[in-house]
């Protein structure tokens, strides 16, 4: 239903403003008799988000309600955590002939902007109600996966709670990696100069050997146990043969404060419990995702492993929304914003960055994997590369822009990603030539690589997997 006639269904528009545990409203009320002028009704209604609250402004609404008024439509902006409870309350206790809609935020932006309004809570709850009740192509979002009990039910909700976690924890954990990368280059620079920070060799070494002063102290058999053991029997003698040729020749002082020392190893203990406890919502939300059948369709699209695909369901609960790729692709925010200033300039700037930041963080990823091996990808980063090194991103970007194409083409049509041989013919000989040396058919009963799909010259499909590393997760 388009915007311009959903709108003319209502006589009654109220304008909220949300903030942290209260909301500023307007009433606003439209004549569909041209000859009487429309008006706010009620310019200024505060309450707080209480039952009691809630249930009195409702009342307060529905007392402007009579025989030529009987339609309202509430409408606020998205406000993440401080909308939603107030947004499923209404929902819950609508009356007939009642609705209430969430709007986009941007489009409020640059109608207030372009109206000259004022910025504030009571002007803002103003310009929202006169905004939906004259203008009948205010844009409104849908929030369904939230509220929507069907969706719930699937477990899109529950999967969207466990992907902003988990991506909450990644951010904690490489901010904690920062800082004690920080706290290494200050009293023990040769370590990160042998083994990098994140690797579990590292950690074990810094909660044993704080400083470089440490390891000079100790004997190499204890400190190579130590890797050993923390690397899973792959560290190798030479390496700890370096990090004591660099720890004798060291420039830090010998007066390490032991507070410092306490502090690494506070932070390698942080560390290890943040590790731990991602580990468990992957595996909470790897769980989730793979009730959905559209999990194991995921995975056949080169670059996309367990976790991208749960994170990637988290985000996407109905394609549907979506009427085309190139809709879809927008909605990850992975297509060029447009510059213009009159006809003298019109190019292309950078992505949009509209949507969801998590879709987009799991297609990017997934494109440095796919750019590498999947032969169509890689002949497309190729040619917008164009050997240029400045290019790399701009490249890896359209290869994420085609990602989310090809996303939407395998939950639009719950069908599997296969490599057409048609379209393997067209790529260049070479791309061709090297995407076929490095897979195999001959796949063990039991493996833990990934299992793609393509298909010969007779329309045969047959499953292959990477001789080399497939995608880490």
Request: proline share 3%; net charge positive; aromatic share 10%.
């Amino acid at each position: 239903m388009k915007n311009n006639i959903f709108s003319k269904q209502y006589d009654l528009f109220i304008g909220l403003d949300v903030s942290k545990g209260k909301a500023d409203a307007a009433i606003y009320k439209r004549n569909r008799d041209r000859n009487v002028k429309s008006k706010f009704v009620r310019k200024a209604i505060k309450f707080k988000f209480t039952k009691p609250g809630v249930d009195e402004f409702l009342d307060t609404v529905r007392h402007y309600k009579d025989e030529d008024c009987l339609s309202v439509l509430f409408t606020m902006e998205v406000t993440g955590v401080y909308s939603d409870n107030v947004y499923m309350y209404i929902r819950d206790h609508l009356q007939e002939s009642e609705a209430v809609k969430f709007l986009d935020t941007k489009f409020v932006d640059r109608w207030r902007d372009a109206h000259g309004y004022a910025k504030s809570d009571p002007l803002d709850a103003k310009t929202i109600a006169q905004m939906c009740a004259t203008d009948d192509d205010a844009r409104y979002v849908e929030k369904a996966p939230n509220y929507n009990e069907e969706n719930n039910k699937k477990g899109h909700a529950n999967l969207k709670l466990l992907t902003h976690r988990y991506q909450q924890l990644n951010k904690q954990l490489n901010a904690e990696y920062n800082r004690l990368s920080a706290q290494c280059e200050k009293f023990f620079p040769e370590l990160t100069a042998v083994f990098s920070i994140r690797s579990a060799t590292a950690l074990a070494i810094l909660e044993a050997y704080p400083t470089a002063h440490h390891i000079i102290k100790s004997s190499k058999n204890e400190v190579f146990n130590v890797a050993y053991e923390a690397s899973k029997h792959r560290c190798k003698e030479a390496k700890i043969d370096d990090l004591f040729d660099l720890c004798e020749n060291t420039i830090v002082t010998l007066n390490v404060p032991q507070e410092a020392e306490l502090i690494t190893v506070e932070m390698v203990s942080s560390i290890r419990n943040l590790l731990q406890t991602r580990r468990n919502y992957k595996k909470m939300m790897v769980n989730l995702a793979s009730e959905q059948p559209a999990f194991k369709r995921l995975q056949t699209l080169i670059g996309v492993g367990e976790e991208s695909a749960a994170m990637i369901l988290g985000e996407v609960y109905d394609i549907a929304l979506s009427k085309k790729a190139e809709n879809f692709a927008s909605y990850c925010g992975l297509t060029p914003r447009n510059k213009k200033s009159g006809s003298s300039v019109d190019t292309h700037g950078k992505i949009s960055k509209m949507g969801s930041p998590i879709l987009r963080h799991a297609i990017y990823l997934a494109s440095e994997y796919a750019r590498r091996h999947n032969p169509y990808l890689a002949n497309l980063f190729a040619r917008v590369k164009n050997g240029n090194k400045k290019r790399h991103k701009l490249a890896i970007v359209a290869v994420a822009n085609k990602m989310a194409r090809y996303i939407y083409a395998i939950l639009k049509h719950d069908s599997d990603f296969v490599l057409l041989y048609e379209d393997l013919m067209k790529l260049p000989e070479d791309t061709r030539a090297t995407f076929f040396q490095s897979i195999t058919t001959d796949i063990p009963e039991k493996t833990r690589r990934c299992i793609y799909k393509y298909s010969d010259e007779n329309g045969v499909v047959h499953d292959f997997t990477f001789t080399g590393n497939d995608p880490e997760e």
